[in-house]
């Protein structure tokens, strides 16, 4: 699948981050959607069903973004859709949540795990990957 037509939805309450990201990825050709919580998120996915999903971790809850990656796991429509977390709650709480290894990802119900603020490169380059298998 050519990246002109990956369509990517980005879950998060910070308008900045999503629209830092958007840029990013539509200049590399993605078509993007965006969500600022996770019931927004389930009407973009009815609307069309995305390629691969960024979500922020801490929305309306601490573990929002845990919740919503579990439900989408759940759901037969996007339980194979890629799914990259992203958080600064390292750096505001003090907690640390980075996966340690591949099994600690699935537990997470992701497939990418990125700290906040997300390296552009680092970015296109995994959603490169985890879109390359489509």
């Known amino acids: 699948m050519g990246a002109e037509q990956a369509l990517i939805l980005i879950v998060d309450d910070d308008y900045d981050f999503l ?5 990013i990825l539509e200049g590399a050709g993605y078509r993007v ?7 927004e998120a389930a009407a973009r996915i ?6 691969l999903i960024v979500t922020d971790l801490m ?3 601490v573990d929002a973004g845990f919740a919503l990656s579990a439900r989408l796991r759940d759901d037969p429509r996007t339980a194979d859709v890629p799914i990259i977390l992203s958080t600064s709650v390292s750096s505001q709480l003090g907690l640390d949540f980075r996966p340690r ?3 600690d990802l699935e537990k997470m119900h992701v497939d990418a ?3 906040k603020p ?9 959603v490169a990957e ?3 298998g489509r």
């Open 19 to 23: 629209e830092l990201n958007r840029i």
């Open 33 to 39: 959607v965006t969500a600022t919580n996770p019931t």
């Open 46 to 51: 009815d609307e069309a069903r995305p390629d």
């Open 59 to 61: 929305m309306t809850s």
């Open 101 to 103: 290894s591949s099994e």
């Open 113 to 115: 795990y990125f700290d």
């Open 118 to 126: 997300i390296d552009a490169q680092a970015l296109l380059a995994k």
């Open 130 to 132: 985890l879109l390359g």
